[in-house]
């Protein structure tokens, strides 16, 4: 699937998610032949910081989620567990990234090195009182994997990915909440319009030094999987000024709609403080390259 946000830096931002077809088949690696149905819900930029001095722009699209076909809208029998939309390599991304394209107001291509620092986040929200940008608790939907996880050859079906064009997948993604804010199940047969399931999206990207040099629009690939692992992840941003909810309070909260002896593990990156249950140190997330070879990281190695 591809996820395009416009009206960066102008106003009002929009954003839409679309399936990208049999040449690159979105859901090939569950058993979702028709996709996953999705409408849009609300979308936010915001600036923190001043142009050429460290400024940054962060963005964020939150969708609602049907666990039925995106072609027929015809509802599964059964129910999903943690759907993901894990960032995407293909051939023509910009910068060996998820990025697709990045264009400027006046429809020309941005610079496309700009790709290289388009960095996934949680959700956030601009504190006044702060002057920064703080996790939104119920958007707080980034999430880290191992390579090993992020693997398409450790994945059922994980050769349709490949075959469909997708040259590799990225560690990390954004997983779908439950629209009441418990747990991550989608039911089975949800009513015509009954969307069980939201999710964010969100990124930030450094000010250029010429607000024309912005990007206007942004085209992200995404390739959706069905995780197994009950996970919550800390950000970058987590580790110096926590929102109002804590990765251990988000971990306390996804625990309690879970079955006895299942734990929820805490994806950390280099950094963290984090010491309570289930850690798992994934100390930096590639975002650009390939596993054998990689070329830019969020985080750096513990």
């Known amino acids: 699937m591809e996820l395009t946000i416009s009206g960066l830096g102008t106003g009002p931002v929009s954003a839409s ?3 990208l077809g049999a040449a690159l088949s979105p ?7 028709g996709g996953i149905q999705v409408r849009a819900l609300a979308s936010s930029a915001f600036d923190v910081g001043a142009r050429g001095a460290g400024g940054q722009r962060y963005l964020s699209a939150t969708f609602e989620v049907r666990n039925a076909s995106q072609t027929a809208q015809a509802a599964y029998p059964d129910a999903r567990q943690q759907l993901t939309f894990f960032a995407a390599g293909a051939p023509g991304n910009l910068q060996g990234t998820a990025i697709t394209r990045l264009v400027r107001f006046d429809t020309s291509p941005a610079d496309p ?3 290289l620092n388009l960095l996934p986040t949680h959700g956030m929200d601009y504190s006044p009182l702060q002057g920064r940008a703080l996790v939104r608790p119920h958007a707080a939907d980034l999430q880290f994997f191992t390579e090993a996880e992020a693997d398409p050859a450790t994945w059922a079906q994980g050769s349709a990915v490949t075959d469909a064009g997708v040259s590799t997948i990225f560690p990390y993604g954004f997983v779908v909440r439950h629209v009441s804010g418990v747990g991550r199940t989608l039911p089975a047969n949800p009513g015509a319009s009954q969307f069980d399931g939201r999710v964010t999206f969100a990124y930030r990207l450094p000010l250029q030094s010429a607000a024309a040099d912005d990007p206007y629009q942004v085209r992200i690939l995404l390739q959706a999987a069905e995780d197994t692992t009950p996970r919550v992840s800390e950000s970058l941003e ?4 926590p929102g109002a909810q804590t990765v251990s309070q ?3 909260a996804l625990q309690g709609t879970l079955p006895a002896g299942t734990a929820v593990q805490v994806a950390t990156l280099s950094g963290s403080t984090y010491a309570g249950a289930s850690p798992v140190a994934v100390c ?3 975002t650009a390259g390939t596993a054998a070879a990689p070329t830019t990281f969020l985080g750096s190695s513990c």
Request: no cysteine; charged share 20%.
């Open 238 to 241: 987590e580790q110096t000024t």
């Open 284 to 286: 930096r997330v590639r």
């Open 113 to 115: 090195t700009i790709a």
């Open 17 to 19: 998610l679309r399936p």
């Open 250 to 252: 988000r971990a306390a």
């Open 27 to 33: 859901q090939a690696i569950t058993t979702l032949p």
